[in-house]
């Protein structure tokens, strides 16, 4: 990536834990240089006579030692490596002969012809630290550093060598459904995994990423259908870690909320299988979220409060108070509820919940066939039938809903209640 005339850098890593480091400079380039300096573990100095907010709060943490005034020679005593990040070229050079008569490797952020080292776009992958170099192109050296790294990530890159598989159980949460959404971890552990056991909300997408040599097995559970047990599943996970797999336990959203997560954990720990969590985005936040529905506001919601529909108001198995749902002042996420919503809705009028408060219906949240139903508690039934809506949907009751979609409730007075009200 040099010019021809330029004779090509010798890449070396610095093991800078315990070493001290200087950084003349404390602006926004320094800002962006600390965290890598920090996270080698390195002593740092920063030399300047102000510094960025930023860089003061890793001062008062005591993670960055401040000098604060201009940059003098002997700075950089007893110094392993420098960065010049002033905005003064007439400073860098003084740091750049100071540095080079001190034989210290120094970095500068205006003149990489002067300095004699350069700072590489860096990544980390599974362990490893890859650096692309690049004296004069930092956007295309970052951006094929990012390549390189998201190749890595979605296995589409091998590694050069896959780790040895060890026994035991990962409960992967996969987030609302678009592929996309699934965090680093997770991803890194389906790629790595001998089976998964996936669920039906589990996005589907990412399975067919996985290495040729992975098993898949569906365990799918549709609503009020056929499904395997969680009897069944438990013993399934804890069988194949048994025998020596790399299981994942690949679910929609978050394992912990109302997925049956930490059943599964109680299993393997019963059986001394390994277990650990990965946890994913839960879709009673992420779903409003991407569809520009706060949960929270100020000055209107300052709680929300999510709860399971699956099981009817006055039923015999259901654990939810909806009286005292009721008398909550902040923001209602109603899960798995869109059979029972009519139901709900009943109770909570008949507990005193205003008639007119607004009501926002996230039908698949996240993924291209998302929609968003307005409504409001009295009308929310008759809605959901006239739209078609069908699971999954996340379900937002409270004044949050108007917030986000002002001009719907201001036109749904005096309005026909058969308008049609789709965000």
């Known amino acids: 990536m040099e010019h021809m005339d330029d004779p090509p850098p010798y890449p070396s890593g610095l093991r800078l834990a315990g070493r001290r480091v200087v950084v003349v400079g404390g602006g926004q380039v320094a800002q962006r240089r600390l965290p890598a300096l920090l996270g080698a573990g390195a002593e ?8 960025t907010p930023a860089i003061e709060g890793q001062v008062l943490a005591g993670e960055v030692t401040w000098v604060e005034r201009g940059f003098a020679d002997a700075d950089l005593d007893d110094t392993w490596y420098v960065i010049a ?19 210290v490797f120094c970095v500068r952020s205006d003149d990489g012809a002067s300095a004699t080292a350069w700072t590489p776009a860096t990544g980390r992958y599974d362990g490893l630290t890859l650096a692309v170099l690049g004296r004069r192109e930092p956007s295309r050296t970052a951006a094929v550093r990012d390549a390189i790294v998201s190749a890595l990530h979605e296995g589409t890159v091998a590694p050069g060598h896959r780790r040895p598989s060890v026994p035991g159980v990962t409960l992967v949460g996969g987030g609302p459904g678009d592929p996309e959404l699934i965090s680093v971890a997770g991803r890194k552990a389906l790629m790595e995994a001998d089976v998964v056991v996936a669920d039906r909300l589990a996005p589907r997408a990412l399975l067919g990423d996985l290495p040729s040599t992975t098993e898949v097995v569906d365990v799918a559970k549709l609503p009020r259908g056929s499904a395997a047990r969680q009897e069944e599943i438990n013993r399934l996970i804890v069988e194949r870690a048994l025998s020596g797999q790399q299981v994942v336990r690949f679910k929609g959203g978050d394992s912990f909320v109302f997925g049956r997560g930490f059943e599964e954990i109680e299993a393997c720990r019963a059986a001394g299988v390994a277990v650990q969590v990965i946890p994913g985005l839960s879709s009673p936040v992420a779903v409003p979220g991407l569809a520009g529905i706060p949960v929270t506001h100020r000055s209107v919601a300052h709680d929300f409060t999510v709860v399971s529909g699956h099981v009817p108001p006055g039923h015999p198995d259901s654990l939810v108070d909806w009286d005292a749902v009721s008398r909550l002042r902040g923001t209602l996420l109603l899960m798995m509820a869109v059979e029972n919503a009519d139901a709900i809705a009943e109770s909570l009028l008949a507990s005193g919940r205003d008639a007119g408060t607004p009501v926002a219906v996230v039908c698949d949240g996240s993924m291209p066939g998302e929609r968003t139903i307005l409504s409001t508690l009295a009308d929310l039934g008759a809605d959901l039938d006239r739209f078609g809506v069908r699971p999954p949907a996340i379900i937002v009751v409270g004044t949050v809903v108007a917030v986000a979609h002002p001009g719907f409730y201001a036109a749904r007075v005096g309005s026909s209640a058969d308008s049609p009200w789709h965000a």
């Open 44 to 51: 740092v100095s920063v030399v300047s006579p102000r510094v």
């Open 85 to 103: 990040a002033t905005d003064d070229p007439v400073v860098n050079e003084q740091v750049t002969r100071a540095a080079e008569a001190r034989r």
